[in-house]
């Protein structure tokens, strides 16, 4: 036998029936994205690798280490696979300068890229919604975007407080944000013996990632670090007041976590993230802010900026977790063939009930014909079908089908004119769960 070739470690197949709670979720979010008035973007996967280094920043676990990045061997260009959905909207946005005529709400569903160890939530290929909205100063399209999220996780069966929780900061803006860095830098500084490798080199470059760090050891001195709330001035705190208002009026419960800083170095005011303690170390199931300096800074006109992304792994994790799973995806009837019933007729008869919207499914001939109806009907009943349409040749020579009810409730057995499948066809789909 040929040698087999495996999928990249951390890059995942997905498989039915695995594949129909990924088409659920999507159709969840497809339906949240109409009702807010969220437009479809789809940009391309491969970017050039500046888009990243110019867009998250240089000093981020992502640009540093994990990046997928590789010279075009065709013409030595240097390109990433895109590890976030952001940058690549705003270069988007810029090149087609879409935000001439004012605002625009979008989103994406998409596979994205990070070289990371894998794990439980954790991989090298996963994929993410992101919803955008740009062009819009806030606090209320903030707010909006916030409420979204708490409107999917409603969708979805979702209890927030219990499943998942919502946590706010705000980063206030560049000017407040260099008051609180020297600060900070001097904290640090004066606890250099309880800093790893990682914060030492950030010491000077980035000391806000710093307070981004998963290590547990770093962890007291992080906490007792000066918080950047503390440096906003009037109106970043207004801004920030105006976004918990809101919340506070639909009743959406959040923990403002002033150590909150997100891993890109894009976010400016409003921060926030979806946590739960389901998934372990992969907590953050959401995470989103405000990034109001970004449009400019990747060479468009200046325009203010929020949005969020979601990951779908973590997300689908924690359904499982819950016990929440999609509707069922039988089909409302299977197709049992007898020898000797004419195929022909058969498949014009199967044909006219999906012409009108019946899910039914064929259990297709082998090579000697078709397979026993003891087998046909164990699959039939396997397939969580309501009804088993059985083509024996009288019946059919006799222009009929039996409609066999499989499971409760079914009613009777009966026979139907398979020339008038109009006349029965929407019966079947009766016992459909959406
Ligand atoms: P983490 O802190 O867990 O590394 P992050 O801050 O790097 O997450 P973001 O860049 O904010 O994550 O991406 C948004 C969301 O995408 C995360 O909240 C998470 O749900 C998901 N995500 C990020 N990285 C991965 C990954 N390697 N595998 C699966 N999902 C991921
Ligand atoms: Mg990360």
């Known amino acids: 036998m040929a040698e087999q070739l495996k999928a990249i470690k951390g890059m995942n197949d997905i498989l039915p029936p695995e594949s129909a709670r990924w088409e659920w979720l999507e159709s969840k979010v497809r339906a949240l994205m109409a009702r807010y008035g969220y437009q479809n973007v ?20 992502i640009v540093e280490k994990e990046m997928y990045s590789f010279e075009d061997s065709l013409n030595g260009d240097k390109l990433t696979l895109r590890p976030e959905g952001t940058a690549g909207v705003v270069r988007a946005i ?3 300068t879409f935000l001439y005529e004012g605002g625009k709400r979008l989103y994406y569903i998409g596979p ?3 070289h990371e160890r894998p794990q439980k939530g954790r991989y090298r290929q996963f994929h993410q919604v992101g919803a955008e909205a740009m062009g819009f100063h806030g606090p209320d399209v903030d707010a909006e975007l916030i409420l979204m999220v708490a409107a999917l996780w409603k969708d979805l069966g979702i209890q927030i407080g219990s499943d998942v929780r919502l946590q706010l900061n705000s980063l206030g803006q560049p000017q407040e944000r260099l008051a609180h860095r020297q600060a900070l830098v001097q904290h640090f500084e004066s606890h250099q013996d309880l800093l790893d490798d990682d914060a030492r080199r950030r010491l000077h470059s980035n000391p806000l990632r710093i307070l981004d760090t998963k290590n547990p050891a770093m962890q007291p001195v992080v906490e007792s670090a000066p918080k950047l709330m503390d440096f906003l001035g009037e109106e970043s705190l207004a801004h920030f007041d ?27 005011l409003t921060v926030f993230e979806w946590v739960t303690d389901r998934l372990g170390a992969q907590g953050t199931v959401c995470g989103g802010g405000r990034y109001d300096g970004l449009i400019e800074q990747l060479g468009g006109k200046s325009a203010p ?13 924690l359904l499982q977790e819950l016990g929440i799973e999609p509707p069922s995806a039988a089909p409302d009837a299977f197709a049992v063939v007898m020898a000797g019933a004419p195929l022909a007729a058969v498949l014009a008869t199967v044909e006219g009930l999906r012409d009108r919207g019946v899910h039914v499914q064929l259990n297709p001939a082998g090579k000697d014909g078709p397979a026993s109806p003891k087998s046909q009907f164990k699959k039939a009943d ?23 009810p499989l499971r409760g409730e079914g009613g009777q057995q009966t026979a139907r004119p398979i020339a008038d499948v109009a006349s029965w066809a929407d019966e079947l789909k009766a016992y459909r769960r959406s």
């Open 42 to 61: 789809r940009t391309p996967i491969v970017e050039p690798t500046d888009l990243f280094v110019r867009g998250l920043g240089e000093v981020t676990d």
């Open 94 to 96: 810029n090149e087609h």
């Open 112 to 114: 994205m890229f990070r």
């Open 242 to 268: 105006a976004v918990r208002s809101v919340l506070d009026a639909v009743g959406i419960p959040y923990e403002v976590n002033t150590r909150l800083v997100r891993g890109m170095d894009y976010y400016n």
């Open 305 to 317: 900026a929020v949005g969020w992304g979601l990951g779908m792994e973590r997300l689908l994790l």
């Open 382 to 404: 396997a397939s969580g079908a309501q009804y088993a349409l059985v083509f024996g040749p009288d019946e059919v020579a006799a222009g009929q089908v039996s409609v066999k």
